[in-house]
Nanobody, 118 residues
Framework: VQLQASGGGLVQAGDSLSLSCTAS????????MGWLRQAPGKQREFAAG????????KYSDTVNGRFTVSRDKFKKTIDLQMNDLKPEDTALYYC????????????WGQGTQVTVSS
């Protein structure tokens, strides 16, 4: 699977921002798609994920209630709507995909920067 992310930018605390990721190259029915992020000096962490077929969604505790992940099967996109952004959401955001049951993501998009000023 090839992934191409877009979106991101510089916003103020409390603002909203959306990210989008376009997938290509494979049938996606066996995949879990998601967004991970890495803040400066910190390890990469999971933010949100969605199973391509059923649309089962999972969020990390830190973004639950503020972020919304969705997928468009026709456009082959995975979107992340981020509301009420906080300075601690500042990170490089990655779109990623893994085969269901796999322990690691096998496909990664390029990171897109989200910066939230206080």
């Amino acid at each position: 699977v090839q992934l191409q992310a877009s979106g991101g930018g510089l916003v103020q605390a409390g603002d909203s921002l959306s990210l989008s990721c376009t997938a290509s190259g494979h049938t996606l029915s066996r995949y879990v798609m998601g967004w991970l992020r890495q803040a400066p000096g910190k390890q990469r962490e999971f933010a949100a994920g969605i199973t391509w077929s059923e649309g089962i969604i999972k969020y990390s505790d830190t973004v639950n209630g503020r972020f919304t992940v969705s997928r468009d099967k026709f456009k082959k996109t995975i979107d992340l709507q981020m509301n009420d952004l906080k300075p601690e959401d500042t990170a490089l955001y990655y779109c990623a995909a893994k085969v269901r049951g796999a322990s690691e993501c096998g496909s990664w998009g390029q990171g897109t920067q989200v910066t939230v000023s206080s």
